[in-house]
Structures are given as C-alpha cells and as structure tokens.
C-alpha cells in the first residue's frame, strides 16, 4: 500500500521560509517521480516542482529561485524548501508520485496535503 504523508506546513510571514516534508511507503522516492502540487483557494491546483528518477528538476515560473525540491533517498522522504515566501504561495500542498508529476505512465498516489499560509 502506497502512502504519501505530507508535513511541515503552517503559518510564516512574508518573506520567510518554510521546509515542507513527504515521507514515502510502498514506493521508492529515488524509483519515481516525484513533486509538490499546491491548491490555493478559489483555484485549481498547481503543479510547483517536481523531481525525475534521475534527479532532474523542473519549477513552476512563479517558484524559480525561491523554492527547491530534494530527496533523501535513506529517508525515503521528498523535501519542498521554500523561501522568500509570498502571501500568493498560500495553498494547500499536495505530494505526489505518478504522471501527474511527469511520470510516463503508471498511477497518481497523493497525500492529504499540509496547509502553508503565509501573510502579508
């Protein structure tokens, strides 16, 4: 049974930083591809980053040079750090593993999310 479970979101001011985790089970974080989605409200959900099997990244434009994917493969854990944070970067973030996040085929798992807010 694959799961994603998501954590590290919260409350930060404009400008601050935030490291958002997603521990893995059932799957390899090194074997897939893996990424950050977020949802802000009133909108559709994003993708933000994700990472390849490979170890290649790709960013959303709105994230360049503020936020940066990572993997510990011994941890079997994804990391999103996030600085120099913004009121608009406000969403829910979701962790995910499959084509959503550039996989060429198999099967989307998500977590449930974690909640970053950030004000102004």
């Known amino acids: 049974q694959v799961q994603l479970v998501e954590s590290g979101g919260g409350l930060v001011q404009a400008g601050g930083s935030l490291t958002l985790s997603c521990e893995a089970s059932?799957?390899?974080?090194?074997?897939?591809?893996m990424g950050w989605h977020r949802r802000a409200p009133g909108k559709q959900r994003e993708l933000v980053t994700t990472i390849t099997r490979g170890g290649n990244t790709n960013y959303v434009d709105s994230v360049k040079g503020r936020f940066t994917i990572s993997r510990d493969n011994a941890k079997n854990t994804v990391y999103l750090q996030m600085n120099s944070l913004k009121p608009e970067d406000t969403a829910v973030y979701y962790c995910?593993?499959?084509?959503?996040?550039?996989?060429?085929?198999?099967?989307?798992?998500w977590g449930k999310g974690t909640l970053v807010t950030v004000s102004s």
């Open positions: 059932g799957i390899g974080v090194s074997l897939n591809f």
């Open positions: 995910n593993s499959g084509p959503s996040s550039g996989a060429p085929y198999g099967v989307d798992y």
